[in-house]
């Protein structure tokens, strides 16, 4: 079995998925379905009970080549990503909360120090 990275993607639309038990992944193209299960299932102890992966292709992007020359194109490079369904308890501590400590305003934190 070849060595398969996967990397969660951390964005608001993965989150609002989690949330379903929906996980999203960054893989390589290469990488097929069951090996992104085997993967999944080995670094984070769960039980996948369903995979969609899609190919993303990359945008076509300009690019200047001088003040005389003709302006170029090319395009990035091709992503995988995978949507991962986990069964039932089943979940990854990927987005965890932290309890932020509340801050104190600019304002009542100078007014604190003028009256010491």
Do not use: H
């Not at 639309?13 to 085997?38: C, D, E, H, P, R």
């Not at 992966?53 to 945008?59: H, I």
């Not at 003040?67 to 992503?79: E, F, L, M, V």
Request: hydrophobic share 35%; no cysteine; proline share 3%.
């Amino acid at each position: 079995m070849s060595l398969i990275t996967i990397i969660p993607r951390a964005t608001e639309k993965a989150y609002g998925q989690s949330q379903k038990n929906i996980y999203v992944f960054n893989t390589q193209l290469t990488a097929n379905k069951q090996q992104i299960v085997a993967a999944v299932e080995a670094q984070f102890d769960v039980k996948v009970t369903r995979i969609k992966t899609l190919v993303q292709s990359g945008k076509a992007i300009r690019y200047s080549r001088g003040k005389r020359a003709q302006p170029g194109s090319t395009t990035r490079s091709d992503s995988k990503k995978a949507y991962v369904t986990l069964a039932a308890g089943d979940s990854i501590k990927m987005f965890e909360e932290v309890a932020a400590e509340p801050t104190k305003d600019k304002k009542s934190s100078a007014k604190a120090k003028e009256n010491k």
